[in-house]
Protein backbone atom coordinates (compact mmCIF):
# COMPACT_ATOMS: atom_id res chain seq x y z
CA UNK A 1 0.00 0.00 0.00
CA UNK A 2 1.12 3.76 -0.67
CA UNK A 3 1.05 6.68 0.89
CA UNK A 4 -1.32 7.82 -2.29
CA UNK A 5 -4.24 5.36 -1.63
CA UNK A 6 -5.69 7.83 1.01
CA UNK A 7 -6.24 11.61 0.95
CA UNK A 8 -6.98 13.61 4.34
CA UNK A 9 -10.69 15.43 3.68
CA UNK A 10 -11.45 18.39 5.60
CA UNK A 11 -15.01 17.90 4.99
CA UNK A 12 -15.21 15.16 7.50
CA UNK A 13 -11.87 15.15 9.01
CA UNK A 14 -10.52 12.04 8.02
CA UNK A 15 -8.54 9.84 5.97
CA UNK A 16 -11.01 8.44 2.55
CA UNK A 17 -9.29 6.37 0.06
CA UNK A 18 -8.40 8.49 -2.44
CA UNK A 19 -11.52 7.11 -5.36
CA UNK A 20 -14.04 8.18 -2.74
CA UNK A 21 -12.74 11.22 -2.10
CA UNK A 22 -12.97 12.71 -6.08
CA UNK A 23 -16.91 10.82 -5.35
CA UNK A 24 -17.48 13.42 -1.90
CA UNK A 25 -15.51 16.59 -3.78
CA UNK A 26 -17.79 15.85 -6.94
CA UNK A 27 -20.67 16.18 -5.13
CA UNK A 28 -20.46 18.91 -2.79
CA UNK A 29 -19.96 16.26 0.04
CA UNK A 30 -22.93 14.32 0.14
CA UNK A 31 -22.00 10.65 -0.56
CA UNK A 32 -24.44 8.14 -2.19
CA UNK A 33 -23.81 4.41 -1.17
CA UNK A 34 -25.89 1.55 -2.75
CA UNK A 35 -27.10 -1.12 -0.37
CA UNK A 36 -23.54 -2.65 0.14
CA UNK A 37 -21.36 0.45 1.06
CA UNK A 38 -20.06 0.81 -2.91
CA UNK A 39 -19.68 4.93 -3.66
CA UNK A 40 -21.77 5.79 -6.88
CA UNK A 41 -21.30 8.44 -9.10
CA UNK A 42 -23.18 10.07 -12.01
CA UNK A 43 -23.24 7.65 -15.30
CA UNK A 44 -22.78 4.11 -13.06
CA UNK A 45 -25.08 1.05 -13.60
CA UNK A 46 -26.39 -0.51 -10.81
CA UNK A 47 -28.97 -3.07 -10.93
CA UNK A 48 -31.71 -3.61 -8.48
CA UNK A 49 -31.65 -6.51 -5.32
CA UNK A 50 -35.37 -6.65 -4.85
CA UNK A 51 -38.31 -6.55 -7.00
CA UNK A 52 -39.89 -2.77 -7.02
CA UNK A 53 -43.68 -1.44 -7.57
CA UNK A 54 -43.31 1.75 -9.55
CA UNK A 55 -46.09 3.98 -8.61
CA UNK A 56 -48.25 5.75 -11.30
CA UNK A 57 -46.70 3.46 -14.18
CA UNK A 58 -48.78 -0.14 -13.35
CA UNK A 59 -45.15 -1.66 -13.38
CA UNK A 60 -43.22 -3.67 -11.16
CA UNK A 61 -39.44 -3.65 -12.11
CA UNK A 62 -38.08 -7.52 -11.29
CA UNK A 63 -35.00 -7.87 -9.12
CA UNK A 64 -31.53 -8.28 -11.49
CA UNK A 65 -32.76 -5.63 -13.34
CA UNK A 66 -30.10 -3.04 -14.97
CA UNK A 67 -30.42 0.33 -14.60
CA UNK A 68 -27.69 2.44 -17.16
CA UNK A 69 -26.59 5.61 -16.53
CA UNK A 70 -27.89 6.97 -12.97
CA UNK A 71 -27.59 10.82 -11.77
CA UNK A 72 -27.27 11.69 -8.44
CA UNK A 73 -29.75 14.11 -6.77
CA UNK A 74 -28.30 15.77 -4.14
CA UNK A 75 -30.10 13.40 -1.62
CA UNK A 76 -27.78 11.05 0.21
CA UNK A 77 -30.88 8.00 -0.70
CA UNK A 78 -32.12 8.97 -3.94
CA UNK A 79 -31.09 8.49 -7.57
CA UNK A 80 -32.29 9.41 -10.58
CA UNK A 81 -32.09 7.34 -13.82
CA UNK A 82 -34.40 6.24 -16.97
CA UNK A 83 -36.21 3.00 -17.66
CA UNK A 84 -38.44 1.63 -20.62
CA UNK A 85 -41.53 3.31 -20.42
CA UNK A 86 -41.19 5.27 -17.20
CA UNK A 87 -40.34 8.99 -17.07
CA UNK A 88 -38.80 10.48 -13.86
CA UNK A 89 -37.89 7.64 -12.32
CA UNK A 90 -36.61 7.99 -8.82
CA UNK A 91 -34.85 4.88 -6.64
CA UNK A 92 -33.67 4.65 -3.66
CA UNK A 93 -29.91 3.80 -3.00
CA UNK A 94 -30.80 0.55 -0.48
CA UNK A 95 -32.53 -1.60 -3.18
CA UNK A 96 -29.61 -0.83 -5.58
CA UNK A 97 -25.85 -2.46 -6.17
CA UNK A 98 -23.09 -0.79 -8.23
CA UNK A 99 -22.46 -2.76 -11.05
Same mark, same amino acid.
Given at each position: ??? /? /??V?D??S??W??AGA ?7 DG?V ?8 L? /?G /? =??T ?10 ? =?T????TL ?7 G?AQ??D ?6 KGL?LRA?F?R?R
Amino acid at each position: MSG /D /DYVYDEASGGWVAAGAAVAVAADDGVVVRDSVGNVLA /DG /D =QVTLIKDLTVKGAG =QTLKRGTLIKSIRLTGDAQEIDCKFDGIKGLVLRAEFVRKR
